[in-house]
């Protein structure tokens, strides 16, 4: 266990970073919203919260640059996210220590995110190329159906405190192609990467010359100013990214006004070892989709369901690996398990551990682990061995427990696996064809993302992302998701010299 020492100002090494991107220390001093670095609990900056004024001020700005952007070819569009790709490439190292600074991630974790932004960008280059529809057989002789893609409007961006940057990356470069501008209301509790990534990306707008002002904002604040860009009647479409409880506050504003909703919502993500597994394997994609992160992602692994026949050779070398995982300081390089969020993280831990006490679970680990700051929350991950999938089990706490089962019927664990509200994401480890394929099928996984002999986080951008249920149903990134920026025109042209109707309906008029 690695006992971490307190830098000597994490405040001054964001602050020399964000100078470095080219974000005014006016930005981050003499506001009303406290930002912290969960490494030590000590305070970053204090950022100026927009006020609802400001808020619709900057969403009819993005209007007005929407207005001209649309127009702008969609390839040349793609030329400004090719060099923000670059300007990220050039920033990769300090956005990602940023990253690990606001959010608590391990250094290549951090990286990692600013690579996702990375691949989003040369996705969304590529696709600059591809916004095609279809060409359609018409039943009527001398006409020619076909379908065009036209930007959307202003894009609303909500994202989480857990990936603070690459959300917005996903969204926003897929939007700037398709002829959108974009409004982004980041986590409250990470400002100050919002505020550095939009720095990079104003730089690539510099480059680029001509892009409509106010293509690209953001807005800083909490739920309220939120509130704001999801009642804009001025936003077509809003991706909100975060807790269940969060979507189901925003999904019905969204659909009273009749907008677009992306919905990008908790998962309670499930992982089955089966007979046959490479227990190895398995071991390694449990270790890192369970206590990767700290267990907060969206996507990590909170329940496994293992075969009785292997329960005895995985679970001891499981347990051994959570009680020898070093828990520290990310910045420090050595730890694989940095910080919790916030002590409210930390207290919804222990009271999930309680419950899970209380229906009968064996709890190993899940302490707070003393790392010299009063104001910083390091746990040791949390292995729950659970005699029945039911009380904490069945809800996502954004925290490092795994709640471990034993399964000896291949229907029944599927069936298991299924009953919860979130259908974000779910593994199998097995080397039987039969079962793998029965989980990938109609009656298999009911989630949005299910895996084979790998772990249930760490997805690739070029797949569509999201999940089922209460994760909300929204799908960003790779793959098609770049429709839903878009509003479809179906067309049908008449070439022909008389205006045959369809369906062979006669309306003759003298
Ligand atoms: P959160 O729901 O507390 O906040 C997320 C964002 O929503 C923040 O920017 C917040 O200000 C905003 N918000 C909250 N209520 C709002 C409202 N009524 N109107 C408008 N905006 C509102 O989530 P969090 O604690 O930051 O993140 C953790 C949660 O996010 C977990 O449940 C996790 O599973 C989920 N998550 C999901 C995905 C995914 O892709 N499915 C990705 C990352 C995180």
Known sequence: MNIAAKPASIAAEAAAILDRLGVETSAYTGGDLKSFSPITGEQTGSLKTVSTA??????????????????????????LVRLFGEELRAAKADLGRLVSIEAGKIPSEGLGEVQEMIDICDFAVGLSRQLYGLTIATERPGHRMMETWHPLGVIGIISAFNFPVAVWAWNAALALVCGNSVVWKPSEKTPLTALASQAILERALKRFGDAPEGLAQVLIGDRTVGEVLVDHAKVPLVSATGSTRMGREVGPRLAKRFARAILELGGNNGGIVCPSADLDMALRAIAFGAMGTAGQRCTTLRRLFVHDSVYDQLVPRLKKAYASVSVGNPLDGGALVGPLIDKLAFDNMQKALSEAKAHGGTVHGGERVDTGSADAYY???????????????????????????????????????????????????TLNMREAERFLAADGSDCGIANVNIGTSGAEIGGAFGGEKETGGGRESGSDAWKAYMRRATNTVNYSTSLPLAQGVSFDIE
Not at 55 to 77: E, G, S
């Open 54 to 79: 400001e808020a619709t001020a900057i969403i009819d700005r993005a209007d007005a640059a929407f207005r001209i952007w649309r127009l702008v070819p969609a390839p040349k569009r793609g030329e």
């Open 379 to 429: 746990v040791k991950p949390a292995l729950v061995e659970m005699p029945a999938h039911t009380g904490p089990v069945l809800e996502e706490t954004f925290a490092p427990i795994l709640y471990v089962l034993k399964y000896s019927d291949f229907d029944g664990v599927l069936a298991d696996h299924n009953a919860v509200g979130a259908g974000l994401s779910s593994s199998i480890f």
